[in-house]
């Protein structure tokens, strides 16, 4: 099984300050067909996580262009360049390059 | 829009048996793989199981491999994930996820539906 870490655990932001959650996985998460899984997630309180960037640096439809990816191999880094009040909440890293699918333990991040 | 709906959750006792269900509208359902993927009580994620567009490959954690069964009704735009033997750690807050792309490999989860609550308890 594939660990996944993140640090820090929690995080507490002053508004329109960048903030940034590294994620590190315990193999490479390069598949052979030059894609590297790695998936980044945010839960809000009280709802379903959602995804924000998929493939290590990739951001989903809809998804600010406040945050962004980026890392290779078994070290990942999301970042978010000016930190809103509705960004509050976990966010997990999750690999899919191999089964079972795993999640890091989670990032809280609140607004000071 | 599209929109995943869990139903079925409840109490059950240790050893018990439940089916929970996950019915999908807004998409063509049996274009993409599907998974579940439980929360526990102030806990983090866990991925539980995964099953392809046509239902020919199911995959499963191994806390749950030999009592959790995944399926599909692609006509029913539905899946289920049939929970024997429950136990006390198995009590979790269960998603049902659409794979983000329609790929055979390597998705991510998008979106997710809110959750059927599983307690385990007797």
């Known amino acids: 099984e594939i660990v996944m870490t993140q640090t820090p655990l929690s995080l507490s932001v002053t508004p329109g300050q960048p903030a940034s959650i590294s994620c590190k996985s315990s193999?490479?998460?390069?598949?052979?067909?030059?894609?590297?899984?790695l998936y980044w997630y945010l839960q809000k309180p009280g709802q379903p996580p959602q995804l924000l960037i998929y493939e290590v640096s990739n951001r989903f439809s809809g998804v600010a262009d406040r945050f962004s990816g980026s890392g290779s191999g078994t070290d990942f880094t999301l970042r978010i360049s000016r930190v809103e009040a509705e960004d509050v909440g976990v966010y997990y890293c999750m690999q899919s390059m191999r089964l079972p699918k795993t999640f890091g333990p989670g990032t809280k991040v609140d607004i000071k | 829009e599209v929109q995943l709906v869990e139903s079925g959750g409840g109490v059950v006792r240790p050893g018990g048996s439940l089916r929970i269900s996950c019915a999908a509208s807004?998409?063509?359902?049996?274009?993409?793989?599907m998974s579940w993927v439980r929360q526990a009580p102030g806990k983090g994620l866990e991925w539980v199981s995964a099953i392809n567009r046509n239902g020919g490959y199911t995959a499963y954690a191994d806390s749950v491999k030999g009592r959790f069964t995944i399926s599909r009704d692609n006509a029913k735009n539905s899946l289920y994930l049939q929970m024997n033997s429950l136990r006390d750690e198995d009590t979790a807050l269960y998603y049902c996820?659409?794979?983000?792309?329609?790929?055979?490999?390597?998705?991510?989860?998008?979106?997710w539906g809110q959750g059927t609550l599983v307690t385990v308890s007797s």
């Open positions: 193999q490479s998460l390069l598949h052979s067909d030059g894609k590297t899984y």
């Open positions: 996820a659409r794979a983000h792309i329609s790929t055979d490999y390597g998705e991510g989860f998008d979106p």
């Open positions: 807004g998409f063509t359902f049996g274009a993409y793989a």
